[in-house]
């Protein structure tokens, strides 16, 4: 039977995913240990008048069974199991970037995707249409969720891509990219970072975000799947996140916080994790008490 949400504002789910990595292992432990390190995040928020919950209800959902004998199966549980928990304002952790395509799935079932705006903070564009031959590669995640018919898709924080996606993302007006590279450098990266921030503030319609935390300099991240140097600092992903929720005409539906390794020994990726979801949760919320007061 499915879980009921119990009429929850917001679902913690977790989906611990991991069929397709190409380098690190351990994405499937990633949505447990960052709800455990969640426990040491603090409550407080500035945008909000109160400490979290702030009067709303948070429901922390039993993980993703993992169930399925083949790929397919399992990305439609993936599916599945987001879909209910379609009243609630879903965040998703995870788990391999391939989650994505199927959590594009049960968006679709609210929403036509082709007026969905895809935000992705990401190292990788995860434009490949394949990757040792694999089309649910977690390097093909965002070109198959353009192939669901997703309408726009920004990407910030990317560095590293195959001359494939390069091409394709040149050629395809549906895809937005701000490089790591032009945001960080000395010299004009400020006017490029302004620009990201008022092209998210003028966002009309849906809004997903996908956080694939490796998006972030390898520093906060250390055990990603694939941690790569030279990545977005952690305020710039809070300024990010602020200021999706605050677009006057953008309507956030949800968010996945993905490829999360944790290690024993250093707890720094699964913290950066908690953290980001929780402003994730504190975002949205504050929005909410915006539209409604």
């Known amino acids: 039977m499915p879980e ?33 390190a969640s426990a040491q995040v603090e409550l407080y928020d500035p945008l909000l008048p109160e400490d979290l919950p702030c009067g709303f209800v948070l429901h922390t959902a039993q993980p993703w069974n993992g169930e399925g004998e083949s790929l397919q199966e399992q990305l439609s549980g993936i ?12 965040v998703i952790l995870g788990g391999e970037h ?21 935000i992705q903070i990401d190292a990788h564009a995860d434009l ?27 990407q910030i924080g990317i560095r590293t891509f195959a001359r494939e996606e390069a ?39 849906p809004v997903w975000l996908t956080l694939d935390i490796d998006g972030l300099d390898s520093v906060y991240v250390p055990t990603t799947g694939t941690p790569v140097p030279g990545g977005l600092a952690f305020w710039q992903v809070i300024e990010t996140i602020e200021t999706i929720s605050a677009a006057p005409d953008a309507q956030w539906l949800g968010a996945d916080v993905n490829e999360i390794v944790p290690d024993p020994n250093n707890h720094v990726t699964e913290f950066t994790a908690a953290m980001l979801a929780t402003k994730i949760v504190a975002a949205h919320l504050a929005r909410r008490l915006e539209d409604e007061s």
């Open 4 to 36: 009921s949400d119990g009429g929850a504002d917001v679902a913690i789910l977790s989906v611990p995913y991991e069929l397709t990595t190409s380098y690190g292992q351990g994405t499937c432990k990633g949505p447990k240990a960052a709800l455990h």
């Open 79 to 90: 599916t599945d199991y987001v879909s209910q928990y379609e009243s609630a304002f879903p």
């Open 98 to 118: 391939g989650m994505l395509p199927a959590i594009m799935q049960a968006v679709s079932k609210k929403i036509n995707l082709n007026e969905l705006t895809l």
């Open 128 to 154: 490949r249409d394949e990757l040792g031959g694999d089309p649910n590669s977690h390097a093909c995640a965002a070109r198959r969720s353009l192939d669901l018919g997703v309408g726009k898709i920004l």
């Open 167 to 205: 091409t394709f993302a040149a050629k395809d007006n549906r895809v937005e990219s701000w490089l790591a590279r032009d945001i960080l450098n000395p010299c004009g990266g400020e006017a490029k970072w302004l620009n990201w921030l008022n092209t998210l503030s003028e966002i009309k319609g």
